[in-house]
């Protein structure tokens, strides 16, 4: 089975800008959350969603945002970008029935 | 509010030296205690799920244990290619995976 896959790899952007991050989830596996990485705070939870609901969000201000489509896919979008979220993003996925969760590569954003 | 504090934060061992790895924790409700391996610039890999204390699983040369408030990544006779970081999340009534700083391994030849 294929992994969690996300794209872009890599992102520079500059600050006031907005990114979309994508991530496509493992086969079969309908919950998918988000993820910030950072040397200074660690792995924060962004927001997770279930079948195209939000189903838990982080400590994260309104400029991050997500959705999930009807095939599980998910994206998170970042408004107003500063350069504190420079950081690598990390999606993961789950299937029904377990709390696991299994993580994709991460998206690292650059923000200047 | 749930908490996870991992030590050491970092751990130098010779290879053939093992060790232990601590995950301490505060949760309301454990619905799931897991640890994974991350190397640099990848993404978490997913090792473990504990449910209940007492709990054990195996694979390779981990082994990771579970009680009540804490859970411990054994290594045994680790090898170079075991150099990573070793992060503890869990998982309690609020839904959402809380991690903790992890412990970040060098295994020297």
């Known amino acids: 089975k294929a992994g969690v896959t996300q794209t872009p790899r890599y992102l520079i952007k500059t600050r006031g800008q907005q990114v979309t991050l994508s991530c496509s989830p493992i086969s079969g596996h309908r919950s998918v959350s988000w993820y910030q990485q950072t040397p200074g705070q660690g792995l924060q939870f962004l927001f997770e969603y279930f079948s195209e609901t939000q189903r838990n969000k982080g400590n994260f201000p309104g400029r991050f945002s997500g959705r999930q489509f009807s095939n599980s896919r998910s994206e998170m979008n970042v408004s107003t970008l500063e350069l504190g979220d420079s950081a690598l993003y990390l999606c993961?996925?789950?299937?029904?029935?377990?709390?696991?969760?299994?993580f994709g590569p991460g998206t690292r954003l650059t923000v200047l | 509010e749930d908490q996870v504090t991992q030590s050491p934060e970092a751990l130098r061992l010779q290879e053939g030296e093992s060790s232990s790895l601590n995950c301490s924790y505060t949760?309301?409700?454990?619905?799931?205690l897991f640890w994974y391996r991350q190397d640099p610039g990848k993404g978490p890999e997913f090792l473990f799920t504990l449910y209940s204390a007492g709990e054990e699983k195996e694979k390779e040369r981990l082994k990771a244990t579970l009680t009540k408030k804490e859970s411990f990544l054994h290594i045994t006779a680790p090898k170079p290619e075991d150099s990573a970081t070793y992060l503890c999340?869990?998982?309690?009534?609020?839904?959402?995976?809380?991690f903790g700083q992890g412990t970040t391994l060098q295994v020297k030849p």
């Open positions: 999340a869990l998982r309690g009534n609020t839904g959402k995976l809380i």
């Open positions: 993961a996925s789950g299937p029904v029935g377990t709390d696991t969760q299994y």
């Open positions: 949760v309301s409700g454990l619905r799931g």
